[in-house]
């Protein structure tokens, strides 16, 4: 059997299984951003799955349970707003001079700060030494806090060091991942482990940190309005002060929210009824603006455009969308790289452009940053990476939370 064919076959097994246990998972009340997190994870180390025919059977039994959870169940049907079409709109053909993996264009390298396959950093200041692979779990994300770094892994462990580099936190949150979240403007930013929200800002020493204890079930979103948005049972409730909340009532199940233009991204339906689709909530109602086939995954800094993926998909992306945030028009989509590329869950924007990482379909392991334009245009947006290994598989692209 060729490569070519384990990774089809590997591929169709994954997303069954991840089918599978989503439908057992239906009535669970797991964070769905968590739950995504770790879709991404799994995604990060497929590759190195494809070796042989072993691998390709064992994937197929060892997904976590829970990767792809149903949202909430909601007591009513999502309200009659505008159902945006599946339909994309047609991206326009890149002509540039070079190409690089799966023959897409070479274009200006991204400005994101970023971690590369092989634990190298890109456009930023060092992390303390040695800490993009601590005791074989490599960086899930960092941010600059209070002169310092906070850095999260992919076993769940946090660690803050201060600005001499000395380890001031060193915690595991064995519920949900560890979760780091950074406002528009960036200058705030807050983390989550366990039952504990924290807030402050990326400069300083220390100052003006924030706490507050949340609920297991309540996962960090970002920043909304005047203060921390978390996920709640009943919606999204906004952490104002140490004592005080506002809870935003909708039947979205939130994974991603703006502060830039007040709004909450995610899922409405279930599972286990046939009904998902990807949705947009107004920040400050609740209100249902339009739900449809494509699931917001990141906003654009200003708030005005949100990347996309097919709601469908449970396995690697198919595909990328920058949608109209407000009325989930497709605005732009990356063309089809079906045989070429495996499309990955790091996803994120750099002034302009929706940043992501995919990887070369040809067994070769070889990664590298793509991105799309509001124009259609994409391009690959980084050197090539073979993908570096330890013992938990290989470690795709970490961007640094902004």
Known sequence: MSIDDLNRELEQRLRSSLNRQADDQ???????????????????????????????????????????????????????????????????????????????????????????????????QALPGGEYDAGGFPVNAFTPYHGGWLITYDDGVLRQYDSSGKLVVNGTNATNMATIVASDDGTQTAWQIGQDVYAGIPSG??????????????????????????SDGHGVRVLTGPTSSTTIHTSVTATVVSQSDDLIGGIVGTVKKGDQQGAMADGTTGAVLWHGSWRPVAFSPDGKYVAAVPVVDNGDPSAIAILDARTGAVVARTQDVSGRLYLGWTIAWDDTRVVFEATAADGSQRQALFSLDAGGRMAQVSAASGAAKNDNGPIGFVFMTR
Do not use: C, E
């Not at 064992?58 to 159902?83: E, F, H, I, K, M």
């Not at 023959?103 to 971690?115: F, H, K, P």
């Not at 220390?206 to 978390?230: E, K, M, P, R």
């Open 26 to 124: 239906s009535g669970h009340g797991a964070d769905l951003a968590d739950v995504f997190g770790r879709a991404r994870r799994i995604r990060r180390r497929r590759t190195a799955l494809v070796a042989s025919a072993a691998a390709v059977a064992v994937a197929a039994v060892a997904v976590p349970a829970g990767v792809l959870v149903a949202s909430r169940d909601t007591s009513a049907p999502p309200p009659p707003v505008s159902t945006v079409s599946s339909t994309p709109t047609p991206t326009p053909t890149q002509t540039a001079s070079g190409a690089g993996l799966g023959g897409i264009a070479m274009g200006a390298q991204t400005s994101l700060t970023y971690i590369d396959p092989a634990g190298k950093l890109h456009n930023g």
């Open 205 to 230: 020493m220390g100052n003006g940190q924030q706490q507050w204890q949340v609920d297991q079930s309540t996962g960090l979103l970002g920043f909304l309005g005047g203060g921390v948005a978390v």
